[in-house]
């Protein structure tokens, strides 16, 4: 039994009120359940009131007169499933800055239900479309966990995370790893804003083997390997802000 999480990363601004309340529409839809809270606190505790459900959006995107950067916590509490929003007004090109992020948990046991992966992937899905990622990918917890660093966060700047049981790359990424080589994977299937690839039916079926070789075929130097503590460099081996933006 394991937790699963979808991570979302992009440098696109996120401040469409009409996207989020599209992304929770079908979010209610995928995950059979309701949107109950949205709050700038964690836990969350506001409660979503239904006939002011329109206002979520202008809720996710407004920021305050001195915000750079918002916070957003929701919660589905009848499919037990919360996630974390943190966006930026004016995306930043220098290396100190962070990409726009959306973290989606699932709770223990989530993947192993009847229809459980299914609905995690679609949620994949539906976050790439509305949200145009650069970077995103889906697995257990544990998994992504195995790629903590020592000390400090990873700057997505100089390394990447890993290939996950599912894992997306924009365009820009699939020119930068070289299409012939990305599109060869037969993991691989293209769409007209990157490549996804998916390693097994569910998370708990695909080996760290897998995951691990993948990394090798595009090369291993792009993605964390927490015994390498050394600074790699901002858009050597993985590609920069700025770079994703030209």
Partial sequence: MSECWIDIMGIKPWIDPKIWIEFHSLSE????????????????KRKVQRKYFDQIGKFTTEF????ESRWIFCRYRDAKVEMTIQHYKNPRLNGKDFPNSLTIYFPNGYCETDG??????RMFQLSNRLLLPFYSFADIRDVIAKKKKP???VNIQEELVGIFWLTFFNNKYVDFFGRDKIEGVSEV????NGVNIKLAKKPTDCSE???????NILGAESFVDPKVTVSKGIGKVALSFEQLQS
């Fill in 209 to 215: 083997k897998e995951r691990i070789e993948l990394e």
């Fill in 29 to 44: 839809e995928i995950l059979s359940a309701k949107l109950t809270n949205i709050d700038t606190n964690d836990p969350p």
């Fill in 116 to 121: 459980g992966a299914e609905r995690i992937e």
């Fill in 64 to 67: 305050g007169t001195k915000e």
């Fill in 189 to 192: 299937s293209s769409d007209n």
């Fill in 151 to 153: 000390y400090g966060a």
